[in-house]
């Protein structure tokens, strides 16, 4: 090949290139997809009902610890725990052989005692008959009378003894004063026992009382007669506020409220009693699911709001996505249609189950993110997958 040649295809290639680079830059620029997210619509309320749930125990009305008046060996023990009881029914009797053997040895003491009665007031009547016909002296008389005067006044005596020994016996014979259930015993057949020791404990079936302690502005809300709503267990009552106290507690700080339970009401003594109180706060707010709820700086709440995008923020959000080399006038993009998250800062005013009752930087029918805000930052561009309102 000739020099002139071989420069004719070098300029030709030289032309070539020069033509291919001037051509302008295609650059395919892909945008950043949307994160999908749940969201809620906001409505806003007049105010909100709380409610507070205050414990207590239910008691029967009568709860006794029943024993013998005097000391003595149990012979009887007739019930045992957990047996139904009624009124005057005999649950136990002490050994009662000495007291009866004292009541024969007054009983045979207080008819020698008539006897003699009898014998001194016939002699004092001869002897009337002899002073008025002047054949004894005054004074012989007035030691007669005064026979049977010492008399009449030992047959007293004896009497009281008598009686004392039949109520130690009659007291020796423990009876049920109410109706109710044996709870425990704490006695044994051939125990011997003090005056007052407790024998059994038992537990009235008349009137379950819930006794529940409340802050005193509640209860300075309540009157007696009122009905409250009870629960003990998985049963619910309407109880009647029988009584309130007059003194604060200077443990717990609380009055202690006395409600009746219905008559029927099978509920256990010393099983745990709730009372629910509610009451209107008017602050006007929202109600939001607890997931909605953030932490923010400085201990704040935060919720993440929805806004949509203005054109300078739709172009500022394109740039952020898309890659770095100047495009050029042959640029291809393509169009979104997204929503951005806002951080905002709330209050929580009320809390119960798993919603909380806010007030804040937010207005009614904005929208909010309900879950997964562990994944947002503010500004990012999301899509509300569900809606509720």
């Known amino acids: 090949m000739s020099i002139k040649s071989s420069l004719a295809l070098l300029a030709s290639l030289s032309l070539s290139a020069c033509l291919f680079g001037c051509q302008p830059e295609v650059i395919a620029v892909t945008i950043k997809p949307a994160v999908p997210v749940t969201s809620e619509v906001l409505t806003q309320v007049s105010g909100y009902e709380q409610q507070q749930q205050y414990t207590g125990t239910v008691r029967a009305a009568n709860t006794t610890d029943i024993g013998f008046e005097q000391p003595g060996k149990i012979e009887l023990l007739s019930v045992d725990s957990g047996d139904s009881v009624k009124r005057h029914q005999v649950l136990a009797r002490l050994d009662t052989r000495v007291l009866q053997a004292m009541e024969r040895e007054l009983q045979a003491a207080l008819a020698q005692n008539q006897i003699d009665i009898d014998l001194a007031k016939r002699t004092v009547s001869r002897s009337n008959q002899l002073k008025n016909s002047q054949y004894i002296a005054e004074q012989q008389f007035d030691e007669l009378q005064s026979r049977v005067d010492k008399l009449l006044a030992n047959q007293r005596q004896q009497t009281a003894n ?228």
């Open 162 to 389: 008598l009686q004392r020994i039949q109520l130690q016996l009659e007291k020796s014979v423990l009876t049920a004063p109410f109706d109710g259930v044996v709870a425990q015993k704490f006695a044994n057949l051939g125990e011997v026992v003090n005056q007052g020791n407790a024998i059994f404990t038992l537990i009235g079936q008349n009137q379950p009382t819930a006794y529940i302690g409340v802050p005193s502005q509640v209860s300075s809300k309540l009157s007696v007669g009122q009905t409250l709503p009870l629960t003990v267990g998985e049963q619910h009552f309407a109880g009647v506020l029988a009584g309130i106290s007059g003194e604060l507690n200077p443990i717990s700080r609380t009055v202690e409220l006395r409600i009746t339970l219905p008559q029927d009401a099978t509920v256990y003594n010393g099983e745990l009693a709730y009372l629910t109180s509610a009451s209107w706060t008017a602050t006007p707010g929202f109600w939001v699911p607890i997931g909605a709820l953030t932490d923010g700086i400085r201990g704040r709440w935060n919720i993440l709001a929805l806004v949509q995008p203005t054109p300078a923020a739709t172009e500022t959000e394109l740039e952020q996505t898309q890659p770095q080399p100047q495009l050029q006038p042959n640029v291809a993009t393509t169009p979104t249609n997204h929503w951005l998250i806002e951080r905002r800062d709330v209050h929580i005013l009320y809390s119960h189950n798993d919603k909380a009752y806010i007030t804040g930087a937010i207005t009614a029918g904005e929208q909010i993110v309900t879950a997964g805000q562990h994944k947002l930052v503010s500004g990012q561009a999301v899509t509300p997958s569900r809606i509720k309102g």
